[in-house]
C-alpha cells in the first residue's frame, strides 16, 4: 500500500478543510486523530498513526473476566460507594507498599475516571486550600490536557521546559517560579510524557525541598508506572522500587493511570492516591466551596461527588483482581508492556538512519530510555511543518508545541499503535520524505 505516497495535496487540502482545521500542525491530538480517520478513508492509505497514547496491547484478560463476572453478578444496577471499592482501596495501598514502597492509609487510595479526572478533581481541590495560592506549576514538556482542565476552570498556571534545567539547576528554576507564593502545586509526569525523560530520585528530592519550603502538593503523574526498562520495577516488595516524590515528601497525590500499564484505557479507571498527611490536613479556606475544611473530605464528598458521583462499578472489580494478581507476584504487569520499549528502539532507528534527529535524546548524561513515546526533527523544519509534511507521507504524530517544549522543531511520536507489520512501510515513506526534502538540508 506504499505506491501512492505521497498523498496528492488536494485530497489532503479537502479533507483537512472538511475537519474543520485551520492548521494541522497545532491541532490537538483529539483532532489529529479525527484528521487521520478521515484521511485514512478519503485516501485508502493505512497511515502509521503515532498521534494518540492508545495501549496497542489488548486489556489483560484477569481484569476483563473480573468485571464480567461483576457485571453478572448485578453491579450495574448498583451506585458505587464514591470513595471505591473496599477490596480495591486494600489492593490500590498494597500495590504502592509492594512497588513504591510506601504507606498509605487505604482510605486515600481512590478509583477515578481515568487519571484524567484525578487531575482534575486534584487542581479542583488543591488550588482551593488556600485563598491567593490558585495556580499549577507544570514542569514541562507535558500533557496538554491537564492545562486544559485549568483552564476550563478559570485556573492558571505556570511551566517551563525541564530539559535544560536538569539535576541541581532544578532548584534555582523552581525557586525563581514561586517566590510570590501563587503556585499551590506541581505537577510532571515520570516517565515524561512526551520526552520520556525519567526524573532522578536526587531531582525528586529538591522538588520535595522546594514544595515543602513553600508549602506545595505534588501531583505525581505515574501513567507509565514502572516503565523507565532500564530498570526492573516489575518485583513486588524488592528494590528497585518506582522513583516517586513519596520517598521524600508526605504532601502528595499520585497519579496511577491504568490506560497503559494494564491496557485498560476504554474501561476509564485510574487510581489516585492522596498521602496521609495531605489526607488529614485542614485548610480553612476549604469552606468557601466545601462543607469540610478536611482536605481528604472535601476531596471524596466534595468534588468526586460532583464530578461523577464515583467511578463506575465493573472496572472497580477488573482493578482489584488485576492488583491482586500484580501484588501476588502472580502477573508481572512490566513484563507485559516491555514491547513498546522494544519497539521504539526499532523506530528510533529507522528515523535516524533517514535524516531525522532525535530531539530530547539524553537524560542527563545518558541516552534517553526507550519507551512509549519518543521525539523527532528534521533539519530546517518546525514542528509544525514537519507535521503537516509528514501527513503527506501517510504518517501522523503531534507537534511538540502544544506540550510546552521549547523545542519548537520537535514532534512526538508514540509508538503504541504502530504495528511491527508496519515498519518496512515506516523505513520506505521516510526514505522517500528524505530524498524528497535532503537537498533541502544546509
Ligand atoms: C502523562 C499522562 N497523564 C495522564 C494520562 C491519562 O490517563 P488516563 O487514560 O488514565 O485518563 C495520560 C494518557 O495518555 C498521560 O500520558
Redesign the pocket.
Known amino acids: 500500500m506504499t505506491d501512492r505516497i505521497p498523498i496528492p495535496v488536494e485530497l489532503v487540502n479537502k479533507v483537512v478543510s472538511e475537519c474543520g482545521l485551520s492548521s494541522i500542525g497545532r491541532a490537538s491530538i483529539r483532532e489529529i486523530k479525527k484528521l487521520v480517520d478521515c484521511l485514512e478513508q478519503a485516501s485508502g492509505q493505512r497511515f502509521v498513526r503515532m498521534e494518540m497514547?492508545i495501549p496497542g496491547l489488548p486489556a489483560s484478560a484477569i481484569g476483563v473476566e473480573a468485571q464480567i463476572d461483576a457485571l453478572n453478578k448485578g453491579v450495574a444496577s448498583l451506585y458505587p460507594d464514591i470513595q471505591g471499592l473496599p477490596e480495591l482501596k486494600d489492593e490500590m495501598a498494597r500495590f504502592v507498599k509492594l512497588f513504591i514502597n510506601i504507606q498509605v492509609k487505604p482510605e486515600g487510595c481512590i478509583p477515578t475516571v481515568?487519571?484524567?479526572q484525578g487531575?482534575f478533581a486534584s487542581f479542583m481541590t488543591v488550588n482551593r486550600m488556600k485563598e491567593g495560592k490558585n495556580k499549577t506549576l507544570f514542569i514541562d514538556p507535558g500533557?496538554p490536557v491537564h492545562k486544559q482542565q485549568l483552564k476550563i476552570i478559570g485556573l492558571e498556571y505556570r511551566s517551563f521546559d525541564v530539559y535544560n534545567y536538569r539535576g541541581q539547576a532544578l532548584r534555582n528554576k523552581l525557586e525563581e517560579l514561586l517566590t510570590d507564593e501563587t503556585v499551590s502545586s506541581i505537577l510532571y509526569?515520570n516517565p515524561n510524557?512526551p520526552a520520556w525523560i525519567c526524573l532522578t530520585e536526587e531531582e525528586l528530592s529538591i522538588i520535595a525541598e522546594v514544595a515543602q519550603k513553600h508549602d506545595l502538593v505534588v501531583i505525581e503523574?505515574l501513567?507509565y508506572f514502572g516503565m523507565d526498562f532500564r530498570k526492573d520495577y516489575s518485583r513486588p516488595g524488592q528494590p528497585p522500587f518506582q522513583p516517586s516524590i513519596s520517598h521524600f515528601y508526605d504532601k502528595y497525590i499520585l497519579?496511577i493511570?491504568?490506560?497503559k500499564v494494564f491496557s485498560y484505557?476504554g474501561e476509564?479507571i485510574?487510581m489516585l492516591v492522596i498521602s496521609d498527611a495531605l489526607f488529614n490536613t485542614q485548610a480553612p479556606d476549604l469552606k468557601k466551596y466545601y462543607g469540610t475544611d478536611n482536605f481528604g473530605h472535601a476531596f471524596i464528598y466534595g468534588t468526586m461527588y460532583a464530578l461523577s458521583s464515583g467511578t463506575a462499578h465493573s472496572p472497580q472489580h477488573a482493578l482489584a483482581a488485576l492488583l491482586k494478581a500484580v501484588n501476588d507476584g502472580k502477573y508481572n504487569f512490566v513484563d507485559y508492556v516491555k514491547e513498546y520499549g522494544e519497539k521504539a528502539a526499532v523506530m528510533k532507528k529507522i528515523f535516524t538512519d533517514n535524516g531525522f534527529h532525535i530531539v530530547y535524546d539524553k537524560d542527563l548524561d545518558e541516552p534517553i530510555a526507550d519507551g512509549f513515546y519518543f521525539t523527532f526533527s528534521y533539519p530546517g523544519f518546525s514542528g509544525t511543518q514537519l507535521l503537516e509534511k509528514l501527513v503527506y507521507y501517510g504518517i501522523s504524530a503531534i507537534s511538540l508545541s502544544i506540550t510546552g517544549s521549547e523545542r519548537t522543531e520537535g514532534i512526538r511520536a508514540c509508538v503504541s499503535l504502530v504495528g511491527r507489520d508496519q515498519f518496512p512501510d515506516l523505513e520506505y515513506r521516510l526514505r522517500r520524505f528524505h530524498e524528497d526534502h535532503k537537498s533541502l538540508v544546509k
Open positions: 497514547g481515568g487519571s484524567m487531575s500533557f509526569s510524557n503523574d501513567a497519579l493511570s491504568s490506560s484505557a476509564r485510574g
